[in-house]
């Protein structure tokens, strides 16, 4: 374990003896000028949160929207206890909200993120001065005290902490969580700046022969079918775009051989519920004559558009690229509605990377907390590092992607 890592866990190791034990929904107790409270319940803090986050740092995967959706359709059902800690100063403004939960399996219980599986940007939502308030000591001070009130509650105690894909900023701000001992996730996420029209930032991104074969993979499409990018609006076309993208999605999962998350409990139902919030997600397909070619959908949150989840046909039309005619739509509309960031989010795909013109790096905080927390600590640690050494070694890399393609297809007729 890190030697940053080590002293994290030895900060907390001593910590609750002189903190009090009682943790009760929305109590409240000063550490400093700063006012802690933990909520359970994300409805006793819905009204707050939904202001905070109009003003503060973060990103769309610390929206209520998103983690209430998240914590109704999956979280539930896996017995995630959400623990969302607010501070305040003496006059009652938020100076930030840390999206928290429990969750329990096998021996121990982990203090994670609240939706981490599925958000891909985890981390607390902070005020827009936080920074200029919160040094890196007087952070933990309040961390220890944070953690102590959690440890002091018996639905809320952990044996580990796993916090993963936090960036090192959170806006502008430093991200105060990279104080306590952090090590490089093995994932990396890409943006770009969006200016002016759409074809001044194609030409400016994509050179001329680029150009000249995206053009001529779109007329091989339009000699199929009049090409059409559509955003539907009527809930029965919305919810068709989404069924086809999952399907799409789930096909490519299995000639992958991944693990196809539509089939995991709740999470289709996530992704159905989301996407009829049409304040900030936006579905989307790419129509070739009576097939979609591709489908899509986004988050667009304070100029921003997150490329969340995307899907294109495997079959005939694949020869054209399809996805990335798609794609050239989607950076289109995101410029026409004012956003400045396409966000492609978490993954080392090429074409994010061809894209790009910052690359995110992201990072894992992991610390036992008990005794029974160290294997779990230990084994989060070794795999994460495994993961890591094994994406940065081209050689294995490919060798381990072959060999998950080449086995899963089998694996899904074994089951079948």
Known sequence: MPQATQAAFDAQAGLGEDAPVETRRSS?????????????????????????????????????????????????????????????????????????????????????????????????????????????????????????????????????????????????????????????????????????????????KRSSATRRRDRTKRKKLGEIGEVRFVSPERDADLAATLDTLMEQKSKSFAAMGVADIFALPGHREFYQALAVQRGFVHVSRLDVGAQTAAANLGLIVRGRYYHLLASYDGGELSKFGPGAAHMHDLMRTAIERGCTAFDFTIGDERYKQEWCDTQITLYDHVAPATLRGWPVALRFYTVGRLKRWIKQTPMLWNATYKLRAFIGPMMKRLRS
């Open 28 to 204: 409240a107790a000063a550490q400093g000028d700063v006012r802690l409270a933990v909520h359970e319940d994300l409805a006793t803090v819905e009204q707050d949160w939904r202001a905070f986050e109009q003003t503060a740092d973060g990103t769309v995967f610390q929206s209520f929207d998103w983690l209430s959706t998240w914590q109704k359709y999956i979280g539930s059902l896996n017995h995630v206890a959400p623990a969302i800690v607010t501070g305040r100063d003496s006059q009652g403004r938020l100076l930030f909200l840390l999206p928290l939960a429990i969750e329990s399996g096998g021996f121990a219980r982990r203090l994670t993120w609240l939706g981490t599986d599925l958000c891909d940007y985890n981390g607390p939502l902070l005020a827009p001065d936080f920074g200029r308030r919160f040094d890196a000591a007087r952070f933990k001070q309040v961390w220890r005290e944070i953690v102590a009130r959690l440890q002091g509650h018996p639905r809320l105690r952990f044996d580990a902490v796993s916090f993963d894909k936090m960036q090192d900023t959170v806006g502008a701000q430093g991200n105060p969580f990279m104080g306590l001992g952090v090590m490089r996730n093995p994932n990396g996420a890409y943006c770009t700046r969006l200016s002016g029209d759409w074809e001044t930032f194609y030409t400016g």
